[in-house]
């Protein structure tokens, strides 16, 4: 069993960044895929960005060139580095732990979550 605690959320101006941090628990998740997700109020829950267990990276469009992801195994911490933020990515953030670390952008695939931290990008 993993436990996940997400941390780094807050508010934050147009063009600001933040750095969330994900904390792993239980168990070494260093063989796992590593997912961040968001989802804003009335709607649906979306795919940010993931790290496979080798530190290949996919992000979704909306964060390209502006978000990164990182983990450390040593720490069993994962990372979203979120630069030039913009008021269409306030939402609550997500961490999440694939065990078998298919790396996939669903959702569903991931079999541990976190409770979230909420991010507020003012205009």
């Known amino acids: 069993q993993v436990q996940l605690v997400e941390s780094g959320g807050g508010l934050v101006q147009a063009g600001g960044s933040l750095r969330l941090s994900c904390a792993a628990s239980?168990?070494?998740?260093?063989?796992?895929?590593i997912g961040w997700f968001r989802q804003a109020p009335g709607k649906e829950r979306e795919f940010v960005a993931l790290?496979?267990?080798?530190?290949?990276?996919t992000y979704a469009d909306s964060v390209k060139g502006r978000f990164t992801i990182s983990r450390d195994h040593a720490k069993n911490m994962a990372y979203l580095q979120m630069n030039s933020l913009k008021p269409e990515d306030t939402a609550v953030y997500y961490c999440?732990?694939?065990?078998?670390?298919?790396?996939?952008?669903?959702?569903?695939?991931?079999?541990?979550w976190g409770q979230g931290t909420q991010v507020t990008v003012s205009s």
């Open positions: 790290i496979s267990w080798s530190g290949r990276n």
């Open positions: 239980g168990r070494s998740f260093s063989n796992y895929a």
């Open positions: 999440a732990a694939d065990r078998n670390a298919i790396a996939t952008i669903e959702a569903s695939e991931y079999d541990y």
